[in-house]
């Protein structure tokens, strides 16, 4: 079996989900791959950086611009453990990345309900990767944050 398959990019994500999840962060964590390489990660770093806009997906971009050297994300994969929001699935569509892949659904702030068409008109999108990871992963975190 190809060790290089979404399943094995999801759990890349889920390492970046943790990491914010030790630093007190809405465990979401997002890569970008290139011709089956790692270009670009993130985690949400809202809190650490006290910034709205610093989200996981925001975070990968801009890695992956840098390596890249341009802004365009033309044959890059998106990897993210929870669909993302308006704002970043703008900035996705901006960036004309060619898939996006995520493990579960945000059904308040995710783009499919909010902002359907935000991402490139040809941009893929395959939702449902690793589902019952990255939900029970952001379940664990906002039952911690109840008590």
């Given at each position: 079996m190809e060790p290089f398959n979404d399943n094995y990019f999801m759990k890349q994500a889920l390492i970046e989900a943790d990491i914010a999840f030790q630093?007190?962060?809405?465990?979401?964590?997002?890569?970008?791959?290139?011709?089956?390489?790692?270009?670009?990660?993130?985690?949400?770093?809202?809190?650490?950086?006290?910034?709205?806009?610093?989200?996981?997906?925001?975070?990968?971009?801009?890695?992956?611009?840098?390596?890249l050297g341009g802004k365009y994300l033309n044959n890059c994969t998106l990897y993210v453990t929870v669909e993302p929001c308006s704002m970043c699935a703008g900035a996705l569509g901006w960036s004309q990345i060619s898939k996006v892949v995520y493990g579960t659904g945000d059904n308040k702030r995710g783009f499919t309900n909010i902002s359907p068409k935000a991402l490139h008109p040809k941009t893929e999108i395959t939702a449902g990767v690793l589902e019952e990871q990255c939900k029970e992963m952001m379940d664990h975190f906002f039952k911690t944050k109840r008590g």
């Open positions: 630093e007190g962060e809405i465990p979401i964590g997002a890569i970008i791959v290139s011709e089956g390489h790692i270009i670009g990660k993130g985690h949400n770093r809202t809190e650490c950086l006290n910034d709205v806009t610093a989200h996981a997906e925001m975070q990968a971009i801009t890695a992956a611009a840098e390596t």
